[in-house]
């Protein structure tokens, strides 16, 4: 029978490390407003809320990766980081819209931070994805 053993590469740390700064950055810079003065939010506060989520969910991805010993199945993970991250660039504005006002905080900031990290994300999970490819074909 064969042993199975970790395999950790560079790729598997830059999808951990990316995907952890993409949580911490939304959750500390790139925030929204806080409650309106009656306690309610404005509408960017659920955009925000679902990038956290999702991007917590790209993390937990990131972690599974990072601990799976079959290439296959690491592959398979790293296309699940990459259509989230991709989904998550289109939820914070598009489908889930922000506020009206271009000089709101969610819209110069959190917006664009969002577009960015998911942007980084994807790249680097697609870039994995190549790696892991050119590695199972030679």
């Avoid at 931070?113 to 790696?131: E, F, K, Q």
Wanted: charged fraction near 15%; proline fraction near 2%; glycine fraction near 6%.
């Amino acid at each position: 029978m064969k042993e199975k053993k970790l395999s950790i590469n560079v790729t598997d740390v830059i999808l951990l490390v990316i995907s952890l700064a993409y949580v911490v950055l939304l959750l500390t810079v790139f925030h929204v407003c806080g409650p309106k003065e009656d306690g309610s939010f404005m509408k960017c506060q659920w955009a925000w809320r679902a990038a956290v989520t999702t991007s917590s969910v790209i993390l937990l991805n990131a972690l599974v990766h990072l601990i799976v010993w079959n290439e296959g199945i690491k592959i398979g993970i790293s296309v699940s980081i990459f259509t989230i991250s991709v989904a998550n660039i289109f939820l914070v504005g598009t489908i889930i819209p922000l506020c009206g006002m271009e000089t709101m905080v969610c819209r110069s900031l959190t917006h664009p931070g969002n577009t960015v990290l998911g942007i980084v994300t994807a790249i680097a999970a697609a870039t994995d994805i190549a790696v892991r490819a050119f590695k199972k074909k030679k």
